[in-house]
């Protein structure tokens, strides 16, 4: 099997944003697993504490407020953001995609719009993608169905998905996620379509 690496040349990126309820995070974990080119998925740093379950090196990279600002100033993050105005800083290290580059694969970011933004400003050839639910009232419904989150939380969410749906255009492909298994498909095909060097169609 020819490495990924090479095909794509050396500085590619897999960028795939959505809103909060778009289902995206699903999206991610079936790529991982069945999609044929090589993506590693970008391991975030944070400034929040460990949760219980929670691996150094797997969910997250821990590190203080000093050393995340430290970075920063020092430029070594290609995006990073103080997330719901929690407090806490994340951020993807440009070292993440030096690692995925390394061993022949894509780096695969899912980051918000913002940090999309920052990427495609120094990858501009970055495969971006969109997520977006078939309708609206997808998104209350499937952050109402977690069950897990606040009455104010989930309007601040969903205020937010407004707001990144605004910015849709950007990506250089969008794909609704109306059912779950076309969807994969078909951010395979584009991914393998790029790998051809075949000239892509945008979504609409």
């Known amino acids: 099997m020819e490495s990924s690496h090479e095909q794509f040349g050396d500085r590619t990126v897999v960028i795939l944003s959505g809103p909060s309820g778009s289902g995206k995070s699903t999206i991610v974990n079936r790529l991982m697993t069945e999609c044929p080119i090589k993506l590693v998925k970008m ?47 994340y951020g993807t290290l440009k070292s993440e995609l030096e690692r995925a580059w390394s061993v022949g694969g894509l780096p695969f970011l899912e980051i918000d719009v913002n940090g999309a933004r920052r990427v495609m400003e120094l990858y501009p050839d970055a495969i971006s993608i969109f997520i977006r639910a078939a309708s609206d009232g997808d998104y209350e419904r499937r952050l109402r169905g977690r069950g897990t989150e606040s009455e104010e939380v989930i309007q601040r969410r969903l205020a937010n998905a407004r707001r990144e749906l605004e910015s849709a255009h950007v990506y250089k492909y969008q794909v609704c996620n109306d059912q779950l298994d076309r969807a994969v498909h078909e951010i395979t095909q584009i991914l393998i379509a790029q790998k051809g060097n075949s000239t892509c169609t945008k979504n609409s």
């Open 43 to 89: 391991i975030s740093a944070t400034t929040r504490p460990k949760r219980i379950g929670e691996v150094e090196g797997e969910d997250y990279y821990y590190i203080t407020n000093e050393e995340f600002q430290h970075r920063r100033l020092n430029g070594e993050f290609v995006e990073f953001e103080n997330v719901y105005a929690s407090g806490f800083w």
